[in-house]
């Protein structure tokens, strides 16, 4: 059983489009986070949410939201798609306090 | 916000050989986390070490928080040992329990 899973893997898309990206986690984890990986690998917090709180990393653009059904489930929206958005994301969870921080295997979107 | 710093930026190895890669960070932490992302591109949690030294086999980590900096050992290398090394860093001030991350060093071993 995977701990942390996203889906889809790969998503290619044209500019303008609207896409969304799905995470879940079976660990039992209290928080849940989505993080973007750019072309020189770096990594940076884009959204961090419990039950209680969504924080949201202020460099982040408002056609990005994070839309959660239940604790274990955090999906990414992407509205408008842009060039620049164009990365890898990854889904990641962990207990309050950040033990146990796993990561998912990534969605390498690519905006054409 | 806070500032973290790796160090190298790359390493080239050859198998068998020891390394000590190195994270600076500019303030107080509330944790550190040591964490590799293989060839693959999966990252995988390797420490969760806010202070003090801990062991996993042929790594160990050591960080001195009131020194701001943390260690990571990586002994008798071996070819599955390449990829990228990130330190991260949750810090008061920061957003819960969101990482920060160093830009990492980038770990070849050749055979």
């Known amino acids: 059983d995977t701990a942390v899973s996203q889906t889809p893997k790969y998503l290619v898309t044209q500019m303008g489009n609207d896409k969304s990206i799905k995470c879940e986690q079976n660990?039992?984890?209290?928080?849940m986070y989505w993080y973007k990986q750019d072309s020189k690998k770096f990594l940076k917090i884009m959204f961090s949410?419990?039950?209680?709180?969504?924080?949201i990393n202020e460099t982040v653009p408002n056609r990005f939201s994070p839309k959660s059904p239940d604790k274990a489930h955090l999906n990414l929206h992407i509205n408008s798609l842009e060039l620049g958005d164009s990365a890898v994301y990854f889904c990641?969870?962990?207990?309050?306090?950040?033990?146990?921080?796993?990561f998912g295997s990534g969605t390498r979107l690519t905006v054409v | 916000g806070i500032q973290v710093e790796q160090s190298p930026p790359d390493l080239i190895l050859q198998e068998g050989a020891n390394s000590t890669l190195r994270c600076n960070f500019s303030?107080?932490?509330?944790?550190l986390q040591w964490f590799h992302q293989n060839p693959w591109g999966q990252l995988i949690n390797l420490f969760y070490?806010?202070?003090g030294t801990k062991q996993n086999g042929r790594l160990s980590a050591t960080t001195v928080a009131t020194e701001r900096y943390s260690l990571l050992y990586i002994s008798s290398s071996q070819t599955t040992d390449s990829g990228v090394y990130f330190c991260?860093?949750?810090?008061?001030?920061?957003?819960?329990?969101?990482?920060?991350f160093g830009k990492g060093t980038h770990l070849i071993i050749q055979p």
């Open positions: 990641a969870s962990s207990q309050t306090g950040g033990y146990g921080y796993t």
């Open positions: 660990l039992g984890h209290d928080t």
């Open positions: 949410y419990n039950n209680k709180e969504l924080i």
């Open positions: 303030d107080s932490v509330n944790n």
């Open positions: 070490i806010p202070s």
């Open positions: 991260a860093v949750t810090y008061s001030g920061g957003g819960a329990d969101g990482l920060t």
